[in-house]
């Protein structure tokens, strides 16, 4: 990252505050009505490098929020968004998610990519996407925005690392060309009740589609994806909030499924 100012230093320890703390605090517009979402963009990597320093944290991949329509539309804005992913964010289908160590959780049917490549430029297209994939799992991403009330604007979601918190990984992972990623079903129970239904045309039409978009991106800021990046591509369908004590597994057609229990 290039210099920090001190204006970047005071976001990035307000937001790891929050999120060290689990307290929900006010959106970072309110008093910097002014920031830019290329500064939001720079204050993700901030906040990484910060958590470098505080707890040997390393970035693993990336992923895409904001990636339905429905989303879109209701955040008036018609673009994607995308948040990195860090080494400590990862959970696991054994060991319960800790809900007094986060704020307001939610979580997100997703299909996680894993890279076998780099990928990086403009010009990269969704068959270098599939193609630069290892595998695919189903995954289950835990927002958690630091916001009070989940309520933000496009720049503050981006600083905030897209409210990035938990993911966890199913154990079925399959090469990207034995099923048909664009038109994979899902259904979400939670304490064995169907919570949510979703499918992966939601995800822009197609998970690589909003891959691809996002090496577009990254490109546009000198970076791309790394061979052993992990990308969460985007949610098949609305988050689904939970508290301790709640159950949830997510099931995807051809791909098997992915669970997670909070305590
Ligand atoms: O992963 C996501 O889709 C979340 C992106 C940020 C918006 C939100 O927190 O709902
Ligand atoms: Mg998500």
Redesign the pocket.
């Known amino acids: 990252m290039s210099l920090i100012t001190n204006k970047e230093k005071e976001i990035i320890n307000y937001l790891y505050a929050a999120e060290q703390d689990a307290v929900e605090v006010i959106k970072v517009t309110d008093d910097y009505p002014e920031l830019t979402i290329e500064e939001a963009y720079g204050l993700q990597d901030g906040l990484l490098a910060h958590k470098l320093v505080e707890n040997g944290t390393k970035k693993i991949g990336l ?1 895409l ?2 990636t339905s329509k429905a989303k879109q539309e209701m955040m008036g804005v018609n673009e994607a ?1 995308y948040g990195v992913l860090h080494n400590d964010m990862l959970a696991y289908e054994w060991e319960p998610v800790v809900h007094a160590q986060l704020i307001h959780p939610k979580a ?1 049917p997703e299909i996680a990519f894993f890279m076998d490549q780099d990928l990086k430029g403009a010009d990269i297209t969704e068959e270098d996407v599939i193609n630069a994939t290892k595998y695919v799992a189903p995954a289950i ?1 835990i ?1 958690d ?1 630091r916001y009070k009330d ?1 309520k933000f604007t496009l720049v503050d ?1 981006v600083a905030d690392n ?2 990035s918190a938990k993911f966890i990984v199913g154990s079925k992972w399959v090469s990207p060309d034995t099923v048909d990623l664009g038109n994979i079903g899902m259904v979400m129970t939670k304490n064995g009740k169907v919570a949510a239904t979703g499918s992966s045309a939601a995800v822009l039409g197609h998970p690589a589609t909003a891959i691809t978009w996002a090496v577009h991106q990254l490109a546009a800021r000198g970076k791309g994806l790394k061979k052993g990046d992990i990308i969460l591509s ?2 098949m369908s609305g ?1 689904i909030a939970f508290d301790s004590g709640d159950s949830i597994i997510a099931e995807f057609d051809n791909l098997g499924s992915v669970s997670m229990f909070c305590k």
């Open positions: 992923k929020g904001l968004i997100e991403e927002i925005s989940f979601v897209c409210s985007g949610a988050a």
